[in-house]
């Protein structure tokens, strides 16, 4: 059997010959014979060898781009999530400074109303006090509506407490002095108001 697949091949591979005239020795059709199949498998085995290294390269590349872009999703969803959260915590201090400033100016307006009316009728009520400390402390609580009035005033033009905490405001178009003072000049100015109201029926 083995000759006859040695005499076949010799065959196949004496036809294949380019030069028919030359003759080749029988060992070297033999050496021929074996070495051809297998340098064939050889090729086609690292053929497919480099395809399946290929493919795994393919895969590797799409797996670890898809874990980068994951990442990515994740770390960007985060980010926008805190971003999130801080404008909105900075919007609810804005809402919280409007509220505050609203009460005052209510209060402001209250308090000058009774101290006005009772400088306009110091003969008149049962109780002795200054007309004069007591207008001066009247004086001090408009100081303090009117800043009041241009921080409430002021807000709406703002998205963040930061911000506008570190503006230029200020009523029409001055606008020289940033917020965080107009609220200790608002504040400032109500509590001497309330000093003097206090003087007012001592002196």
């Known amino acids: 059997m083995t000759d006859r697949m040695l005499h076949v091949s010799d065959t196949a591979i004496e036809r294949k010959r380019p030069c028919p005239d030359r003759k080749l020795p029988l060992s070297g059709h033999r050496t021929l014979t074996f070495i051809l199949p297998?340098?064939?498998?050889?090729r086609d085995f690292r053929k497919e060898e480099k395809d399946t290294i290929a493919q795994i390269a393919q895969s590797t590349i799409?797996?670890?781009t898809a874990s980068c872009r994951s990442?990515?999703?994740?770390?960007?969803s985060k980010v926008y999530g805190q971003v999130i959260m801080e404008a909105d915590r900075e919007f609810e201090q804005l809402k919280l400074l409007f509220d505050y400033t609203k009460f005052h100016i209510g209060l402001y307006t209250t308090v000058a109303t009774i101290f006005g009316g009772l400088v306009s009728a110091s003969d008149k009520v049962p109780f002795k006090f200054n007309p004069k400390l007591l207008f001066a402390s009247v004086i001090c609580i408009c100081i303090a509506g009117v800043a009041g009035g241009t921080i409430a005033s002021s807000i709406p033009g703002y998205s963040?407490?930061?911000t506008f905490w570190a503006s230029p405001i200020g009523p029409f178009k001055f606008k020289g002095i940033k917020a965080e003072y107009w609220t200790y000049i608002e504040h400032a100015a109500f509590w001497v108001a309330v000093v003097l109201a206090l003087l007012s029926i001592f002196f």
């Open 62 to 64: 799409y797996a670890l």
């Open 160 to 162: 963040g407490y930061t």
């Open 71 to 76: 990442d990515m999703l994740r770390k960007d």
């Open 38 to 42: 297998v340098g064939s498998a050889c």
